[in-house]
């Protein structure tokens, strides 16, 4: 990145002599005029239109509560189109501390919230206990759930 453009928000300026540090130059708008950045403002106006597409389905306060994740997931589609939708369910391994039985089972049902920016190949998991999201965690090891076969079902 060599320059890096926004509007006069105090905390974008505040990183210029960071900028300069690593060689990139920051440049500004005039502030308050959405216009004389149009690409960033129509970028933002998508994302957000995909993150409440997403989150449609659910509640009021577990999509507010998602808002963010929802951000980071549209940011993320846009680039990489086989990314999973946004609440996918998945089964995902226990974390490791975590005290298990010995006939326990060893996954959670799990929902798909974005790639994990830490780890790259996991993802950001949230970890379903009755659908509320229990917490949130990142996976490298989620498979999709297989449904029972009830063709071959003892009696």
């Known amino acids: 990145v060599a320059v890096v453009h926004s509007d006069r928000e105090t905390g974008i300026l505040a990183l210029e002599e960071d900028l300069l540090a690593v060689g990139a130059r920051l440049s500004s708008t005039q502030g308050r005029d959405p216009q004389a950045n149009g690409l960033a403002e129509q970028t933002v106006g998508q994302l957000c239109r995909m993150a409440r597409a997403a989150l449609a389905g659910y509640s009021d306060a577990v999509a507010a509560a998602l808002w963010q994740r929802g951000m980071v997931w549209a940011a993320q589609r846009r680039v990489d189109h086989q990314l999973p939708p946004l609440g996918a369910r998945f089964l995902a391994r226990h974390p490791p501390r975590m005290v298990l ?27 379903l206990n009755s659908d509320a999201v229990e917490c949130l965690i990142d996976r490298r090891t989620v498979r999709a759930p297989h449904e029972p076969d009830v063709s071959q079902s003892r009696p």
């Open 101 to 127: 039985g010995k006939l326990a089972g060893r996954t959670s049902e799990a929902i798909f919230l974005h790639g994990s920016p830490g780890t790259p190949g996991s993802a950001c998991v949230g970890l």
